[in-house]
């Protein structure tokens, strides 16, 4: 009976080193986890930081057009009340052009009299 409490005994003895070591990779796999998690965890906050900022960049992108498109209209406007200004003063293209050797020089009254 000794020799089979003996070997029971390294038996039971073997299983526990056996769960004692298993139970160290568990924990070793478990802290890989971990590693892993925050690692992952970082990786995520950057991606909500950067696409917040892409969010921040779209919203001014999108603000800039609505300002560059009013400013557009404006511009629109004043070529439009420029351009109506402008055809107020443009010639007739009717009538005929008078050149230089068409008009007369002014003549000049040379029989003034003088009053004493």
């Known amino acids: 009976q000794v020799v089979e409490g003996t070997g029971l005994v ?6 526990l080193n056996d ?10 796999l478990v802290e890989r986890i971990t590693q892993a998690t925050q690692v992952q965890n970082q ?3 950057s991606v909500t930081q950067t696409m917040n900022d892409v969010a921040g960049i779209a919203n001014k992108t999108s ?3 609505i300002e560059l498109s009013a400013s557009f209209k404006e511009l629109l406007e004043m070529a439009q009340d420029l ?5 107020q003063f ?13 008009l007369e020089a002014p003549t ?3 029989t003034a009299t003088v009053v004493s």
């Open 83 to 87: 351009q109506t200004s402008a055809s």
């Open 63 to 65: 603000a800039d057009s």
């Open 43 to 45: 990786q995520s906050q």
């Open 10 to 15: 390294t038996a039971v003895r073997q299983k």
């Open 19 to 28: 769960i004692v070591e298993a139970t160290a990779q568990i924990s070793q």
């Open 90 to 102: 443009k010639a007739d293209r009717q009538q005929p052009k008078v050149s230089a050797d068409q």
């Open 108 to 110: 000049l009254d040379t």
